[in-house]
């Protein structure tokens, strides 16, 4: 079936420019998270969704970054005034509700000039 | 939180030998230790996983030995295959009220034919 799916798969901004990134997970899952990966570095958590609870902001870096599901599904991560040490990439998973396990999307590769 | 060490950050070996990943938790009351791949241009993929009530998990050629009260967990790859070079993630689950998990900073393998 489909996988978690994820545009732009390359992004690249000017400094100042703000920026959306979509993640469609899996039907079915109710959870989604996102993580932010550097260069050879490890996967940052950024947030978490479950259903309708308020979500997990505790990872974002800052109040440029904020998150949005709606629906229950599509979720949108928007970064304003982005900066060069947001280049990353940014990695979208979903699970279900009770599972451990998350489905990794493919990324997007976020530069910023 | 959780807080997840894991070494080494790189790892070379010939086609055919054995490759070991080892990771280091905090919380003595994580129960759920998953391993991840991820290939180039991909996002991470599980592989395996331990649960805190089972010592050892074998699947085919990959095997997870887990030290409750060392508090640390390894990746075991025998017979390795060139398709097996990739970067590896170790995670811990955190007791952050939901599924949540902390991933460690990512083993580059690199298989030598």
């Known amino acids: 079936g489909a996988g978690v799916s994820q545009s732009p798969s390359n992004k690249v901004t000017e400094k100042g420019k703000d920026v959306e990134l979509r993640c469609d997970p899996i039907?079915?899952?109710?959870?989604l998270y996102w993580y932010r990966q550097s260069l050879g570095q490890g996967l940052e958590f950024l947030i978490y969704?479950?259903?309708?609870?308020?979500?997990?902001k505790s990872g974002l870096p800052s109040d440029r970054f904020s998150a949005e599901r709606t629906g229950g599904s599509v979720s949108t991560l928007t970064i304003q005034r982005t900066q060069q040490e947001d280049s990353a990439v940014y990695l979208c998973?979903?699970?279900?509700?009770?599972?451990?396990?998350?489905?990794f999307g493919p990324g997007t590769r976020l530069t910023v000039t | 939180g959780e807080n997840v060490e894991q070494h080494p950050s790189t790892l070379s070996v010939q086609e055919g030998d054995s490759a070991v990943i080892k990771c280091t938790y905090s919380?003595?009351?994580?129960?759920?230790f998953p391993w991840y791949k991820q290939e180039l241009g991909k996002g991470p993929q599980l592989i395996i996983d331990?649960?805190?009530?089972?010592g050892e998990k074998k699947d085919q050629r990959i095997a997870v030995t887990l030290n409750k009260t060392a508090k640390h967990f390894s990746l075991h790859i025998t017979e390795t295959q060139p398709e097996d070079s990739a970067v590896y993630f170790c995670?811990?689950?955190?007791?952050?009220?939901?599924?949540?998990?902390?991933f460690g900073t990512g083993t580059k393998l690199q298989v030598i034919p």
């Open positions: 998973a979903s699970s279900f509700a009770d599972s451990y396990e998350q489905y």
């Open positions: 331990i649960r805190s009530n089972v």
């Open positions: 995670a811990a689950s955190d007791s952050g009220g939901y599924q949540k998990v902390t």
């Open positions: 969704f479950q259903g309708n609870s308020a979500p997990d």
């Open positions: 919380d003595s009351a994580s129960n759920y």
């Open positions: 039907s079915g899952h109710t959870a």
